[in-house]
């Protein structure tokens, strides 16, 4: 992750808007980006951070992942498997507070 931050990357697009496309992100970039990141989603050392987006993905790696990291974070990266995401989520107490009726 260190390396990313210091030569930059290319990370590949959603494609929702036609083919996937493949960016580079320079490091002044993702420095932005990762200002930005950490703001919005109010990331502090002690977030949790639980990344199943490919990590070639924007969205696996800018979104949440590389902020968490220059943050010392504790975070998790797997691939997404819906069963282990619900039983994981679960032991955790994030899916009743999600689904939790008023």
């Known amino acids: ?58 969205g696996g790696l800018l979104l949440q992942t590389l902020p968490a990291f220059t943050l010392g974070c504790d975070i998790k990266v797997t691939s997404f498997n819906a069963f282990k995401f619900i039983k994981e989520f679960k032991i955790i107490g994030i899916i009743k507070k999600c689904f939790k009726k008023n």
């Open 1 to 58: 992750m260190q390396q990313i931050l210091t030569d930059g990357c290319t990370v590949t697009s959603s494609g929702t808007t036609g083919e996937p496309k493949q960016i580079f992100r320079t490091p002044e970039n993702l420095e932005a980006c990762n200002k930005v990141a950490i703001e919005v989603q109010q990331l502090t050392s002690k977030s949790k951070v639980y990344t199943c987006t490919r990590m070639t993905h924007a």
